[in-house]
């Protein structure tokens, strides 16, 4: 018995699951209505059964049967009505892994790629945080180099404020933190010195003996300045005395001491 | 990975089974699949001794086919495994007053290694595979018979037409794929199949 001559041949591959696109659908929506063409059909799927049979003669391996009853008696027990009633039990992980292999390697560069790019916006963050932090302290380092600098720019003027009718006089005026050793020392109207000699300036501790603050030559206008010169850490100053010594400076004053000044 | 291979809805199913039942159950064919029917009930209500039966019976069957598919024998060996897994899970998959089991396991097989062969999903269509076959598969020594005498069929036939039916159901190729290797018209590479088939048919009606 055939079906309709127009749909025989595709009656044929459809058997064969070998029809494809719209010549399938076409074929499939034309079986909903055709009984004769779904007789045909059934009868061209035992055809393609026959291909089947012809493969005959392997036989599996014996341990393969062991290998289901296994698996059988594994499985969590159906009820006998659940079964009859064909309700279908979860997909079946077979033993074949390679298409299982294609997924779990997906899967596994995904979450890859996921922590990643986790990773990837924390390094950001913290980036954009240093980056913030940088820009500050370059910021309170511009600031503290700026009030340095307006402190010994030549272009700054000095001015020494003394008594009417006084003539002016060497002055210094030294400003110590102990805390931070930091010593800011300003002077003028200091007398010019022979080209090898400078002046240098001493802390005075509570014992022992003075200690180097750094040396300095006056200006034209007789001004000199000493910012945060290298000190030891945490001296007790009594005074600060000066003395004139060579250009590179000595490690115990020269005597005379040409100026002193005590604690206000 | 693979999704269940028996139609889930029985609804339309047996409403077009109606029709043909009686046709089907007529068939002389069907006095074959009684040890099968019994088995397969058996299997339904839980009994592993009947499935050990039908895999007794059948296996070498769909082992062949899987084997000639993919061939590879651990790959083929899994597709024995999945088929009487999932018989075995889905009993009411299969209906045995509907058609031949040894058949209708031949096919799950041959799509089960195809998919395999393809790395593809299985190809849900699966469900209404009624089909009605000649020779009785169910006992080995008319299997043997069979298989010889498709063998000398398939042997004597020319070969662009056995190897388009080759490729078809053993590489799982679509028409147009087998059109494009063998550089022949679509209409023709048709043709060849359905010839094909029925010389197959004809083998077994005579």
Redesign the interface.
């Known amino acids: 018995m055939s079906g309709h001559e127009q749909f025989?041949?595709?009656?044929?591959?459809y058997?064969?699951?070998?029809?494809?696109?719209q010549e399938r659908a076409n074929l499939e929506q034309h079986l909903a209505t055709c009984?004769a063409c779904?007789?045909e059909l059934?009868?061209?799927?035992?055809?393609?059964?026959?291909?089947?049979?012809?493969?005959?003669?392997?036989?599996?391996?014996q341990r393969?049967?062991q290998?289901?009853?296994d698996?059988?008696?594994k499985?969590a027990?159906?009820t006998?009505r659940a079964?009859?009633?064909?309700v279908?039990?979860h997909?079946?992980?077979?033993?074949?892994w390679?298409?299982?292999l294609?997924?779990a390697a997906t899967a596994a560069v995904v979450l890859f790629a996921v922590s990643l790019g986790k990773e990837n916006y924390e390094l950001k963050r913290d980036l954009r945080l240093v980056s913030s932090i940088l820009s500050q302290r370059t910021q309170d380092l511009e600031q503290a180099r700026n009030l340095a600098n307006s402190l010994t720019d030549p272009d700054s003027q000095h001015f020494t404020l003394v008594a009417m009718k006084t003539p002016p006089q060497p002055q210094g005026k030294a400003i110590y933190l102990r805390k931070r050793s930091s010593l800011i020392f300003m002077a003028n109207n200091m007398p010019s010195l022979p080209s090898q000699k400078a002046y240098e300036l001493w802390l005075i501790p509570m014992e022992g003996a003075p200690i180097p603050a750094g040396t300095f030559k006056p200006d034209a206008h007789g001004s000199a300045t000493v910012i945060n010169p290298p000190l030891p850490r945490g001296m007790h100053a009594k005074a600060f005395a000066i003395t004139v010594e060579n250009e590179a400076g000595a490690a115990t004053p020269t005597m005379p001491i040409v100026m002193m000044g005590t604690g206000e | 990975m693979f999704s269940p291979l028996l139609l889930q809805s029985g609804e339309s199913w047996c409403a077009y089974f109606q029709q043909g039942r009686d046709f089907a159950l007529s068939s002389p064919e069907r006095q074959g699949v009684a040890p099968d029917l019994a088995a397969v009930v058996a299997m339904k209500a839980g009994d592993q001794g009947a499935l050990a039966e039908l895999y007794d019976r059948y296996s070498s069957v769909v082992y062949a086919v899987a084997l000639r598919v993919l061939g590879d024998a651990g790959a083929a060996e899994d597709v024995l495994q999945e088929v009487f897994l999932q018989l075995w899970r889905n009993p009411a998959g299969f209906d045995a007053a509907r058609g031949s089991l040894g058949a209708w396991l031949a096919v799950i097989s041959r799509n089960r290694a195809i998919d395999f062969l393809r790395r593809r999903r299985p190809d849900t269509d699966i469900e209404d595979v009624v089909l009605s076959v000649a020779p009785d598969l169910a006992a080995e020594a008319d299997r043997s018979r069979a298989a010889e005498k498709i063998r000398g069929v398939l042997g004597t036939m020319p070969v662009p037409q056995r190897s388009a039916l080759e490729m078809a159901y053993f590489e799982g190729m679509s028409h147009s794929e087998i059109a494009s290797k063998t550089g022949e018209p679509l209409g023709t590479i048709k043709t060849r199949i359905r010839a094909g088939l029925m010389a197959l048919r004809k083998a077994f009606q005579t």
């Open positions: 025989a041949d595709d009656l044929a591959l058997a064969l699951d070998a029809l494809q696109g009984a779904k007789r059934e009868q061209l799927r035992g055809d393609t059964a026959l291909l089947a049979l012809s493969t005959l003669g392997p036989k599996p391996p393969a049967r290998r289901l009853l698996a059988v008696a499985e027990p159906m006998s079964r009859l009633q064909g279908p039990n997909e079946v992980r077979t033993r074949s390679w298409p299982w294609g997924w």
